[in-house]
């Protein structure tokens, strides 16, 4: 079960001036034994789980940017700051002044046991810029030198950044807008399990706006069957909300020829419906 709350990130984010629904999104490729997944919309604390479920020992939260933590100037307070705010203990790494300018990397980097990065990313604040990456315990300061200079001087993403960090690290997440991801994993399994969980927090907006006015439900994800389906068949896909009632929710599917971009529409067909039915808490794929 995944708690989706009624300010998720499908129900926050939308599309254009008219404010159309914002569609789920999804896309995976693979080279050299990398994963990239790219998706949407999702919010870094709805994803917490699934990345410690595969990650090293500890985080490096490479990259932050939010609105929720400001200083008198309204910059975005230091990661070790926000830590602090928070009470999450973490390792500062400052990175010094070459990395002025650059995207991607902010003035310092903090380490933060793996166990502990749901309590930073706890779901009462968002950041609009998020990029993390895990790391074993025992990084100390000059591998973290190395690793920020390799994701300061990543260009692409055509080129998988675990590519190349050599086989220390398994996870590197980007967060974009509360809304947009960037996922890279050599965990096979993970992209199956993003995908699931994209379309429970989609079905689980549907059903917190025909709710009693509670802040959350709980809703099932569909099993691996079901995804491992939807990727065999093609790997970019887009959704929309179909039907939604109290005992069922159904998301439309189309494949695409290539991964989603903002100014596509939804297709006039559709390849795929998946439907919650709520009373059982079971999925199905028509």
């Known amino acids: ?15 254009g001036l008219e404010g159309r629904p914002f569609p789920l999104s999804f896309s995976v490729g693979e080279a050299e034994g990398v ?5 949407g919309a999702a919010q870094a604390a709805e994803l917490t789980d699934l990345l410690v479920a595969v990650a090293n020992d500890a985080v490096a939260v490479v990259s932050l940017e939010s609105n929720s933590f400001l200083t008198e ?32 990397l902010g003035e310092e980097l903090i380490v933060v046991d793996r166990d502990r990065l749901s309590d930073l990313l706890d779901g009462t604040w968002t950041p609009y810029e998020l990029a993390l990456i895990d790391v074993p315990a025992d990084t100390g300061p000059e591998q973290l030198d190395e690793l920020a200079l390799t994701i300061g001087t990543s260009t692409s993403h055509d080129e998988p950044l675990l590519g190349r960090l050599g086989g220390s690290s398994r996870i590197w997440f980007s967060g974009h807008d509360d809304c947009y991801l960037w996922l890279e994993t050599r965990d096979p399994s993970l992209p199956g399990a993003v995908l699931a969980r994209l379309l429970a927090l989609l079905a689980g907006s549907a059903l917190t706006e025909r709710g009693d006015g509670a802040d959350s439900v709980d809703v099932p994800e569909p099993g691996g069957w079901l995804t491992e389906r939807l990727i065999s068949a093609s790997p970019h896909w887009m959704g929309a909300l179909g039907t939604v009632t109290e005992e069922l929710v159904t998301i439309e599917l189309a494949a695409l020829p290539e991964r989603w971009r903002l100014d596509v529409a939804f297709p006039a067909r559709r390849d795929v419906t998946v439907t919650l039915d709520v009373r059982h808490g079971t999925w199905r794929c028509d």
């Open 1 to 15: 079960m995944v708690e989706v709350k009624c300010d998720g990130a499908f129900s926050v984010n939308s599309v």
């Open 73 to 104: 100037d309204w910059q975005t307070l230091r990661p070790s700051l926000i830590a602090a705010e928070l009470g999450v203990p973490c390792g500062i790494h400052p990175l010094g002044s070459w990395v002025s300018g650059t995207h991607g």
């Open 35 to 39: 994963f990239s997944v790219t998706g």
